[in-house]
Structures are given as C-alpha cells and as structure tokens.
C-alpha cells in the first residue's frame, strides 16, 4: 500500500462504511420479511411469510410499574411458539420484554402495543438475517474509521489544526464537552422512564446528539461573527471547519446509535420516522459543508466569495438543527415524542 492510501485509509474506509450500510439497507428492503401481528389470549394468530409459518399462543403479558405504581417501565409478554417448519413440531416459549426482543430461529419479536384490557399484544415481527448483519457490519467499520480519522496524518484536519493555538483549541473542546454534558442533563428524560427509554444507549445517543449540537452552533456562531467582522473572516472560517468535523462525525455517530436502539427497540433499525428523517437531512447539510473546499474548486469560486458564501452557509444550516430538535417535535411528532 502506497503512502498516500496509507495516509487517506481511514477517510476512504469511512466511505466504504457508508457504502456497506446503504447495501445492507437494500438487502433489508428487499429481501427480508416485516410485518405487525396482533395476539388475543383466547386463539392463536399465525405468520405466514415464504420463509416458515410459525403459530403464535399469546400466553400471558404483564405491565411492570415504577415505585410510584402509576409509570409503566416494562411490558412482558410470554409466549407460546408452533413452528410447523420443523421437521418434528413442538411448542417453544419465549419472552418478549420492551427492547428485549425475542430471537427465533432468525425471526425477532418486538413489543408494540396492547390492549386496554390487557388480553391482547400488538408485536412487530421481523425476518432479516442478511441485511442486520451487513448493516451493522457498516456500522461498526464506520465507528473504527471516524476515530481513526483522528489519527491519520496528512488530512486537512491536521492541517487546519497546525494553523491554531494549541491551547485555544484545547480550551475550546473543554468548554464544548462541558455545554454538551450540561445541554444533556437538561434535555434527558427524568426517572421513572417510560418503557422505551430504559436503556444504556438513552445517555449515550442523547449525549452524542447534543455534542454535535453543540459544535454546530459553535459553527453558526462563528458564521455570524465572520460576517459582522472582516477581518476576522479567515480565521472564523478555518475554526469553523475545525469544528465540523467531530460535529459531523457526532451526528453520524448519533444517528447510527439510535438506529440500533430502534432495531432492538421497534424492530427496525430505520423507518423514516421525521425525527430519524431530518437528523439525516441535517448530517447531510453539515456533509456538504465539511466538503466546501472541494466544491470551491468545483465551481471556481473566488476566495473572498468563497469565505463570505461559507459563512452565510454555516448559519443557515443551523436552522436545520433547529428544526430537527424543536420543530419535528411540535409540528411533526412522530415515535420521538415521548412528552
């Protein structure tokens, strides 16, 4: 492997990671198996797919409360399997708990709903042994690539670094990691926890969300002073694009966590929910702008227009954010919302 590949490889499997997803997410689409079953305790329901026919015996289900007896904090529901696909037919029992799915024979089942009576589950069922696997496959080549990123030398990052204090960048991170933590408690959920939210993967996408967040507005910040203050306007612009990066890879990060949350949580790990669908938009937009050198030279942009438009660009694209996080949840609503 030549110097340059070694040098570009994390920037280049980072690509590759992507590519990986986006074929698992077709593989998903197009070959597995998805669907919704409704359970009453009195018969049993059958799903039937091209893969097997399995037979379904609701066989008890139970809300689990918090100390204060009112907030629900677990639903179980036991269940009773006839798999006709065996060669010799047998009943299996299973559990399915909220973002426990129950795992059979490559089929999961996730927790949906119920009924008022509590005689009856709603589950979401899914067959998908191939396009998981690749998908996160994709997921965890791109985790190893983005921090490697970080690591490899003769990026533009690096550069860009070279050209600032050490310490003002250094300061500037501390004060980030401690908005972001601050910004985290004050957005997370408070105990007890609705059923979906007890997770581990709550803090960690919530905390890696707001980090992006965080450096994102940093950006926009920079955007409005670079315009307010000529003189000022190539060294905002270059912190600017410091900035963009983790903010670009926290986001991507963000996303993917909460993909895997929803795949243990919903049963897919994507279903163009609007909070889901502009946190790409916005990841995408900030993208576009981690790439403005390169487009620069696309479209032969002078320098002095060049840092203007950038930073015109960087404080429209935080209204992106803003409306990912406060206006999806007022005017689209959607599974994220959880008040």
Known sequence: MSGLSC?????????????????????????????????????????????????????????????????????????????RGKSKIGIDEGTVRMNKPLRYSGWRFCQSDYDSDRLGVVLTYNYDPWGIGITYTG??????????????????????????????????????????????????????????????????????????????????VNGILGLCVRKWRDRLMLLSQILLYPGVFCLTAGIFIGAVWANLSWGRYWGWDPKETWALITMIVYAALLHWQWMVGQWNISNQKSRLLYHILSVVAFAFVLFTYFGVSYLLGGLHSYV
Not at 50 to 60: H, P, R
């Open 7 to 83: 040098n570009r490889f994390a920037t280049v499997l980072i690509h590759i990671a992507l590519g990986i997803i986006l074929i698992g997410a077709c593989v998903t689409h197009f070959f597995g198996e998805q669907g919704e079953i409704h359970l009453r305790a009195d018969k049993a329901q059958s799903v039937i797919t091209k893969y097997s026919t399995l037979s379904l015996f609701l066989w008890d289900f139970q809300v689990v409360y918090a100390d204060d007896g009112q907030t629900p904090v677990d639903y179980i529901t036991e269940l009773r399997i006839l798999d």
């Open 139 to 220: 997921y965890a080549l791109l985790l190893v690539a983005m921090i490697a990123f970080f690591f490899q030398k003769h990026t533009r990052f690096r550069a860009l670094l070279r050209q600032q204090h050490k310490w003002l960048m250094a300061g500037l991170g501390v004060a980030m990691l401690i908005l972001a933590f601050v910004m985290t408690k004050a957005v997370t959920p408070k105990p007890p926890l609705q059923p979906v939210l007890q997770t581990p993967l709550l803090g960690i996408h919530v905390s890696v969300i707001m980090m992006a967040y965080t450096l994102f507005a940093a950006v926009m």
